[in-house]
């Protein structure tokens, strides 16, 4: 009898359920860890979005004169900030917020066209918008040679955002609008293909000659301190 119940106490151990964490979760967590060791300063220029920010460590240095706080977690969509958004961008209190993200989304299968990526910006868009007033520059979805499949879904998305943004907020001032900003079309060479020397071997990543050419397009409409 003793036997049988210890052989049942060992099984019932193995076979109890256990609750997968949602995708990312850790990064959130370290994250917050993060903030707790070193609190991130307030009324900053908040970036959000995917590898291609969490990758760009340097991002400080490109940007001298600005207080930018990163928090891109790698591989995500706009369905994983739409997630985590009062985790990643509602604390910061951020007075600009610099998203670059929807190009994993397309990635992710080929049931996911240009317009639902849309519809999720717009949804991420009205989630931000319901909180706070911060100016919001989009980076449109670039032309990494490892995702040529993508570039004409790409090409759409990116257009209609370039459309919703430019109608959708206060004309005037950069206090009060949203900008959209193309980096695709300055990423490609006279024939229209993807510059190969701005990206790392994985040929989706970029290297410094690549960001240098999104420093260039982003620091005109940024907030100075």
């Known amino acids: ?71 891109g977690f790698g591989g995500s969509t706009l369905s994983d900030q739409i997630r985590y958004a009062d985790d990643v961008i509602f604390p910061y209190q951020p ?22 990526v849309v519809d999720r910006f717009r949804q991420l868009y009205q989630i931000i918008r319901e909180r706070t007033k911060a100016p919001l520059l989009y980076i449109s979805m670039k032309p990494s040679p490892s995702r040529r499949h ?9 257009q209609s955002i370039a459309l919703f943004l430019g109608g959708s907020d206060v004309r005037g001032s950069l206090t009060n609008k949203n900008v959209y900003i193309d980096v695709h079309q300055k990423m490609l060479d006279e024939a229209g293909q993807p510059i190969p020397e ?28």
């Not at 007075?95 to 639902?116: F, H, P, R, W």
């Not at 071997?201 to 970029?206: A, G, N, R, T």
């Not at 982003?218 to 100075?224: N, S, V």
Request: glycine share 4%; net charge neutral; hydrophobic share 40%.
């Open 95 to 116: 007075k600009q917020i610099v998203i670059y993200c929807g190009e994993n989304d397309l990635a992710s299968s080929d049931t996911v066209t240009a317009t639902m």
């Open 1 to 71: 009898f003793l036997f049988f119940c210890v052989a049942c106490n060992t099984n019932s151990k193995h076979d109890s359920p256990t609750v997968a964490s949602p995708p990312f979760w850790k990064d959130i967590q370290s994250f917050k860890k993060q903030d707790s060791i070193s609190s991130p300063p307030k009324n900053a220029i908040l970036l959000i979005g995917s590898s291609f920010f969490t990758m760009w460590k340097d991002v400080q240095d490109y940007f001298p004169g600005y207080t930018i706080v990163n928090r």
């Open 150 to 158: 993508l570039f004409q879904k790409m090409r759409e998305a990116n």
């Open 198 to 225: 701005i990206f790392l071997e994985d040929s989706l990543h970029m290297n410094a000659k690549g960001y240098a050419i999104w420093q260039k397009e982003i620091q005109p409409f940024l907030l100075k301190d």
